[in-house]
């Protein structure tokens, strides 16, 4: 998509590797270090210049100044499911799809060293690899997702097995391409005990009238600001239910994702004042769920 690759970031002294896209930029301004406890994640950090996204952070908190929760919720998550995940030692092979200038990956391969993590985005993935480079079981590797087969054959040529079982994240991009390309990504990941945790954006009518403004205009700050014309993709726990080769083992809302993080759901107090999911998906119908899944299977509402 263009809008990382129209908007770089000037080489500074800190950002060693070079450019940074604003959005994922402006994800990682809103997130802050604080959820990532390894010290590679933690120099990596040190090292990033997020001031390309500083511009687009300030549009959108000007829409809605909690805006900051709704990604920290989702990070946080999406983080602590896969930490889970990959301590039950099933699955030791994680794919991260545009994943952006994230720590996750880091953070995961350096928690996690004997498992492999591949991050694929279509940009910024050589100067993310100059960035992290001490991360010897992480490889960031550059490809478009909307392309099966250039998706597939890049993960192979860099040690991806694709009849051992992975780990899939989707995180901050279902929106942005169709259902069916989507789909298409999964398709890859159909070895028995494959999961997916995939972050999603609601339909209109779930979320509360009094909010559903928010994400419609934070969107739109994005979309102008990027000059992408393409219409935003929405999920559903249901329409997830009739997809062919995955499960719903697990959905998660912000407000159930706030509480389980501080104890508390105040700004979503209840499901419909959000309009963020995560959702962990089996990815083969038929198989038998993995010790990760069944574990997983127990917390599905
Ligand atoms: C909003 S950022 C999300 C980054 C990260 N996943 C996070 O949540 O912090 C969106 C990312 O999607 C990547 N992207 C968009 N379309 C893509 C495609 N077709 N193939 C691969 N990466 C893509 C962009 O380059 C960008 O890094």
Redesign the pocket.
């Known amino acids: ?1 263009p ?2 690759t129209h908007i770089m970031n000037p080489p500074t002294s800190k950002t060693t590797g070079g450019e940074l ?1 604003a ?2 930029a ?3 301004l809103w ?1 802050g270090p604080e959820l990532y406890a390894s010290r590679e994640a933690q120099e990596y950090w040190r090292k990033l210049d997020l001031s390309e996204g500083e511009e687009i952070h300030k549009r959108c908190n000007n829409v809605w100044g909690n805006y900051g929760e709704v990604i920290k919720n989702r ?1 946080w998550k999406i983080l602590q499911t896969s930490k889970q995940i990959l301590a039950g030692e099933d699955i030791t092979q994680v794919v ?7 720590p ?1 990956g880091i953070e995961l391969a350096s928690l996690f060293p004997q498992s492999c993590v591949f991050e ?5 993935m050589e100067a993310k690899s100059r960035l992290c480079a001490s991360v010897r079981n992480l490889s960031c590797l550059s ?4 392309d099966r087969e250039q998706c597939r054959n890049t993960l192979l040529a860099h040690g991806w097995n694709p009849t051992r079982p992975t780990l899939l994240i989707f ?3 279902s929106y ?2 169709t259902a069916a ?1 989507a789909a298409d990504v999964w398709g890859l990941f159909s070895s028995s005990g494959s999961l997916c945790l995939f972050e999603y954006l609601v339909p209109q009518e779930q979320i509360a009238a009094h909010r559903r403004s928010i994400p419609d205009e934070i969107f739109e700050t994005i979309l102008n600001y990027c000059g992408i014309g393409t219409p935003i993709t929405r999920w559903s726990r249901e329409l997830l239910g009739q997809k062919r080769g995955v499960r719903v083992l697990q959905c998660h809302t912000l407000s159930d994702i706030e509480r389980e993080r501080t104890g508390q759901a105040s700004t979503f107090s209840r499901s419909e004042d959000g309009w963020i999911e995560v959702a962990l998906l089996a990815m083969d119908q038929d198989s038998q769920p993995s010790s990760g899944a069944s574990l997983a299977t127990k917390e599905t509402k």
């Open positions: 998509m809008w990382m896209g959005t994922s402006l994800v990682l997130s990070k991260i799809v545009a994943a952006g200038f994230s996750m694929v985005d279509k940009s910024n490809a478009d997702i909307t995180e901050g991009i942005y391409i390309q």
